[in-house]
């Protein structure tokens, strides 16, 4: 099992930025790809990023790219989502979520072990 906490959401103006953090506990946290998503009242859940299971490689959906950058630190069982010049749409629920798996499925929800509780993230115009 592996137990994950997000954290850093709240309130922020268009262009601001925030980082999430998402910490794990439980089972070897660096065996993991690790994923955030998030989700917009009365809409599907959306990937946002994904990071391989030691950093080497990582990616992102293009409504971010350029915006948001996905990392981690397996010392400190941590993985983090820096956002930047966010916008009112990035209004949303944001999940972290872990994978045995890595590659393009990662994108789906369905391809995750675990999951965060969420925290929200609210920009406003």
């Known amino acids: 099992q592996v137990q994950l906490v997000e954290s850093g959401g709240g309130l922020v103006q268009a262009g601001g930025s925030l980082r999430l953090s998402c910490v794990a506990s439980?089972?070897?946290?660096?065996?993991?790809?690790m994923g955030w998503f998030r989700q917009a009242p009365g809409k599907e859940r959306e990937f946002v990023a994904a990071?391989?299971?030691?950093?080497?490689?990582?990616f992102v959906a293009d409504s971010v790219k350029g915006r948001f950058t996905i990392s981690r630190d397996n010392a400190k069982n941590t993985v983090y989502l820096q956002m930047n010049s966010l916008k009112p749409e990035d209004t949303a629920v944001y999940y972290c979520?872990?994978?045995?798996?890595?590659?393009?499925?990662?994108?789906?929800?369905?391809?995750?072990?675990?999951w965060g509780q969420g925290t929200q993230v609210t920009v406003s115009s």
């Open positions: 990071i391989n299971y030691n950093g080497g490689n990582a």
């Open positions: 439980g089972r070897a946290f660096s065996s993991y790809a």
């Open positions: 979520a872990a994978t045995s798996l890595y590659g393009p499925m990662v994108v789906r929800p369905a391809k995750y072990d675990y």
